[in-house]
């Protein structure tokens, strides 16, 4: 990161601080990923540590002493094309062994990972390529053409390196050159647990995504938490069916197998139809989703005969917003209990989670007792308190900010000091929820969640800027005014619609709004549904409040929105 003043190095050094205990007081008993990895492989040799799911091959199997290998070879590979510890190595992947190879190589030898999401736009892609001064880019063959016509406006990117299929025979290819690597890494220099490690591309209310920085120590801490929390064993298989570009899949069902001595089942993508047929083949343990997942499994009515199922301890649920109704008939239907937990990419992945042991009438209670869900109580690596907005600490059942110091925040927005301070503004990270907490019998914490202060879209656990909505809907000729509003959806938690007022004397169609956006946006990121009016909601300062316009989309919120049409 860009060096940065005094006064923030002490905001964020309180913010990274818990229970009075500094970062530079390590919880874990590595002194990084590779000695972590370096032991693991030691440990567990021959034990299956990666079992993948691509959707165009069939099933393959890495075990502690291939995958470090396979690791030792990529990284060889790395810096005998340049790279250095301190460089930006961006993925254009798909979850596939060789994406986790890809990453575990960069964190070994001290480079940092950029997984770069292909459902963006190439305007926001080609922004973090060059913003993150990326210098190498492993890229899956049918990403290729896409990434090389981005080149020109990222010019720290020199090398391209294929993944999967020749496309382009000048260009190195991976497979092909990690052949010719040493299995054993030739670099004598290991980083340290502060090194950087991970930089995550995160929506902020701004437009432009904001790039969350994670050491070497955020990830192996905040794994340690989640695997004691969740009593992961070295005899236990976790599932992995969330992209393992965002935080969740990377930290929560690679790196705590990892940690805690596990086996991993990695899908390519999630697949109702193989979701629990793949737990009980592999004899998977623990789960980690979002609500929307929860959701499709529901709708789908699957059998559930002849699967082994026994052996499934719970889901492990967040990363969107969760209902009371939808948790509840999740367990009915499944007998699986939901985990609910909380966290943001800036505090690395989780901060807290409903404990496991609970009884199943307490289970139930703080599902559902309090109107919201709970999303539990904190990990021990950190502590989470509520603010109001001068950063002064609320008590039980009032309703202000959360707030997150500990072990697992981040060293701060990449290049931006400005977002930085204004996160970590009261020494504390400001996670732009609204949220309240209630004390149980043992004095314990239990945190809620009801809304955001800040106006993020989360759609399917995936954060969504709504200004960059509103730039598109405000470029169509015809409309006075429109801004995006996430509204209450059964299917992913959010979905995205728009409010649009029209120029006097204009007569334009919903249907013309939709297809305009499209042009421009993803389908994730495209409104569903064009809300007209004459007039939008403001603050006495004139800001726009989207938040009194989610009543207007109320009849869509059980409507499946998908790209060939709409179900219910």
């Not at 092909?176 to 090194?195: M, W």
């Not at 907490?437 to 759609?459: N, S, W």
């Not at 007022?501 to 919903?510: M, N, S």
Request: net charge negative; with cysteine.
């Amino acid at each position: 990161m860009a060096e940065t003043s005094p006064s923030l190095r002490e905001k964020l050094l309180l913010a990274q601080t818990t229970a009075g205990v500094p970062p530079t007081e390590a919880m874990v008993p590595y002194r990084s990923i590779r000695e972590l990895l370096e032991q693991q492989a030691d440990r567990y040799d021959q034990k299956p540590f990666l079992i993948s799911y691509p959707d165009d091959t069939g099933r393959s199997e890495l075990c502690y002493a291939e995958f470090f290998e396979e690791v030792c070879k990529t990284a060889n590979f790395l810096l005998a094309s340049g790279i250095r510890p301190g460089d930006r190595v961006a993925t254009v992947a798909v979850n596939h062994s060789d994406t986790v190879v890809q990453y575990f190589a960069a964190f070994v030898m001290g480079a940092v990972v950029v997984p770069i999401n292909v459902g963006e736009d190439d305007r926001r892609i080609a922004f973090i390529l060059h913003h993150s001064g990326c210098r190498l880019a492993f890229v899956r063959d049918r990403f290729l053409p896409r990434i090389a016509s981005l080149l020109p406006d990222a010019p720290d990117l020199h090398t391209l390196v294929q993944v999967g299929r020749v496309v382009d025979p000048a260009l190195p290819h991976y497979q092909t050159e990690i052949l010719r690597s040493a299995t054993r890494l030739v670099s004598p220099v290991a980083p340290n647990l502060h090194d950087e490690a991970l930089m995550v591309y995160t929506s902020g209310t701004t437009g432009q995504p904001k790039g969350v920085v994670l050491s070497q120590y955020n990830l192996l801490v905040d794994a340690m938490a989640i695997s004691e929390w969740h009593r992961l064993g070295d005899d236990q298989r976790m599932m992995c069916v969330l992209p393992i570009h965002h935080v969740n899949g990377l930290v929560v069902t690679l790196m705590t197998p990892l940690y805690a001595g596990g086996s991993v089942v990695l899908n390519e993508k999630f697949h109702v139809e193989k979701f629990f047929e793949r737990i009980s083949t592999e004899e998977v343990h623990v789960i980690s989703v979002v609500p929307t997942l929860l959701q499709f499994l529901l709708h789908a009515r699957l059998p559930l005969e002849g699967y082994k199922l026994g052996q499934v301890r719970h889901v492990i649920c967040g990363a969107g917003p969760l209902t009371v109704e939808l948790a509840l008939k999740f367990e009915l239907a499944f007998g699986i209990p939901v985990i609910h937990g909380y966290g943001l990419s800036e505090t690395t992945c989780y901060s807290c989670f409903l404990p496991i042991d609970l009884s199943r009438g307490d289970h139930k209670m703080w599902l559902s007792r309090h109107g919201f869900p709970s999303i539990g109580v904190p990990l021990p690596v950190n502590e989470m308190a509520i603010h109001d907005a001068e950063g002064t600490e609320l008590d039980e059942g009032s309703r202000g900010e959360i707030v997150i110091r500990g072990h697992n925040v981040m060293h701060g927005y990449s290049g931006n000091p400005d977002a930085t301070g204004e996160a970590v503004a009261h020494g504390w990270f400001r996670s732009g929820d609204e949220g309240f907490f209630r004390y149980d019998d043992q004095g314990r914490k239990f945190f809620f969640i009801t809304g955001r202060i800040k106006e993020l879209i989360i759609r399917g656990g995936v954060n969504i800027s709504p200004f960059e909505i509103d730039e598109v809907l405000m470029s169509l000729p015809g409309v006075a005014a429109g801004i995006a509003v996430g509204f209450e959806n059964d299917w992913y938690g959010e979905e995205v619609g728009a409010f649009v007022i029209l120029k006097a004397g204009v007569l334009l169609e919903a249907d013309a709004v939709l297809a305009f956006c499209r042009k421009s946006l993803p389908f994730a990121k495209s409104p569903k549904v064009i809300v007209f009016g004459d007039q939008i909601p403001v603050t006495s300062t004139g800001k726009y409040q989207r938040s009194r316009c989610k009543e207007l989309f109320s009849q869509w919120k059980e409507v499946q929105f998908s790209e060939t049409g709409r179900s219910s």
